[in-house]
């Protein structure tokens, strides 16, 4: 038996070997990589370095990578510095803000509450007729919309939705969070030629608090800093860099990188994935699974199971050492509803019930065992108090 079961990939990752060891290589260099002695060249070598990987994962040149403290703080810099430079034009300020329905909150709140939503069908899956339509009502604009999602693990087809947003006129900004190690073709192929894309170490083997903002474009930049400082990152995110978060990012994309280019990697875990699935429908003839139909991440399974509310379930899987969330991990720690399958017209009991069970490249067959067998004794328990 495992000692517990971590099954939360899409929350965070564990961190890869690789990474630990440059954050570590990284503490033990002692430059400022503004510096221009030796020492300060060694810092600056190992962000470039990382810089390339990130790069080489996204399918960008180097020089249009800037390094954040993450996700977070890229889907802020682009909608609240605004973007120059971009698809040929200078568009700084004159781009309005578009977010589909079930971007993740960080995304919503950067966007700010002017912001057009995109709705979604029932998969979850941005509206393209939609997104045409709004564009031709309301002009050119800045949208955003996620490769995949974090709570069912959609992936909506980024690069038609790319399309769509270029050929009625606008700027295409893609959460590339839940990405990396998960998806069955590369991320930069399905990026397509989304204008900017940001994604989060944390989420495929690197440190917490460091992500990168990418271009496709050289031209493309913040149309002002977004962190005003020394000039860092191109003038666009000043501070003195987060050395041990960067250097552990590139190990990450490295992995990522690896990991995608040899598809007998990502096949067990479709296959782990698909096994439990199997799994879940024998332990429970009513199960719904969300998504199910669409295209989706390898790794992840959203389910609700008829009298079995999330907010219990996580509970007793905790107890029974399974780490698996709602469909909606909250910051303050506690389950609340998602707007995500809210807007994808999931009925009530689906939202309260949704459970999401997240994998990664090191999981193995015992820990979803020990899931299911969590699952069984909660469903048995449900059986008992509905016979009494
Ligand atoms: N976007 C998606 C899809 C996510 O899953 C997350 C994290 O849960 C974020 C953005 C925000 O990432 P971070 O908290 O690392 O900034």
Partial sequence: MTARAYLDWNATAPVHPAAKAAVVAALELVGNPSSIHGEGRAARAMIEGARAEVAALVGVEAENVVFTSGATEAANAIFRAGLSG?????????????????????????????????????????????????????????????????????????????????????AL??????????????????????????????????????????????????????VRGGGQERGQRGGTENLPGIAGMGAAARFAREFETDFITIEPMAQLREEFENRLNQLAGDVVILSKGAPRLANTTCFAIPGLEAAKALIAFDLDGVAVSSGSACSSGK??????????????????????????????????QRCLSSLE????????????
């Fill in 377 to 388: 004794r909660q469903l048995a328990r449900r059986s008992k108090a509905s016979a009494a």
């Fill in 173 to 226: 900004v893609v959460d590339a969070v839940q990405g990396p190690c998960k998806l069955f073709y590369p991320l930069a192929y399905e990026l397509g030629d989304a204008d900017a894309v940001f994604l989060s170490a944390h989420k495929f083997g690197g440190p917490k608090g460091v992500g990168a903002l990418c271009f496709r474009d050289s031209r493309t930049k913040l149309a002002e800093a977004f």
């Fill in 335 to 368: 389950v609340k509803r998602s707007h995500a399958l809210a807007a994808m017209g999931v009925p009530d009991w689906v939202q309260a019930g949704a459970i999401r069970v997240s994998i990664g490249p090191t999981t193995i067959w015992a820990e979803l």
């Fill in 86 to 170: 971009c698809c040929g034009k200078d568009i700084a300020g004159a781009l309005r803000p578009m977010v589909g329905a079930t971007e993740h909150a960080a995304v919503i709140a950067a966007a700010g509450p002017e912001a057009a939503v995109i709705p979604v069908d029932a998969e979850g899956i941005v509206d393209r007729d939609a997104l045409r339509a709004m564009l031709v009502a309301g002009g050119p604009a800045l949208v955003a919309i996620q490769l995949a999602n974090n709570e069912t693990g959609v992936v909506p087809h980024i690069r038609s939705m790319a399309e769509i947003v270029h050929e009625v006129g606008g």
